[in-house]
């Protein structure tokens, strides 16, 4: 009897064992749903009048822009009927957005742009 007894003691402990890991990754489950819908609502909220900042600060938007493309967007001409336009195309991530990402979302150096400063001209400055 002894024996039995010892085998229906291992198997409970197993159970309640199993029972217990179950429940960690139930919890790990929602956990990890919670996190993907704070990252979007993050991302949603940052992004909200994005038009309207790549607008208002036309370097920094520059700068941005040389750190969310992979490449340089590409414009190709399209024509429907009597209506003709350009087609964006580029990619790029919005990783560098996110609050952990490694690398700064805005370098540090200084670029003067033209259209910001119209008396810069390449002439000058190397003068």
Not at 57 to 72: C, S
Request: glycine share 6%; hydrophobic share 40%; with cysteine.
């Amino acid at each position: 009897m002894d024996p039995l007894l010892a085998k229906l003691q291992v198997e409970e402990t197993r159970r309640a064992d199993l029972t217990k890991e179950l429940e960690q990754l139930k919890a790990a489950e929602t956990v990890g749903s919670l996190d993907e819908a704070r990252l979007k609502r993050e991302l949603k909220a940052r992004l909200a009048d994005l038009k309207g900042l790549l607008r208002r600060h036309v370097a920094g938007a520059r700068q941005l822009l040389k750190i969310l493309l992979d490449h340089p967007l590409r414009f190709e001409a399209v024509q429907d009927g009597e209506k003709r336009g350009y087609r964006i195309l580029g990619t790029g991530s919005y990783l560098p957005l996110l609050e952990n990402a490694k690398e700064p979302v805005l370098p540090s150096a200084w670029c003067p742009q033209r259209d910001l400063n119209p008396c810069y001209c390449l002439e000058r400055a190397m003068s």
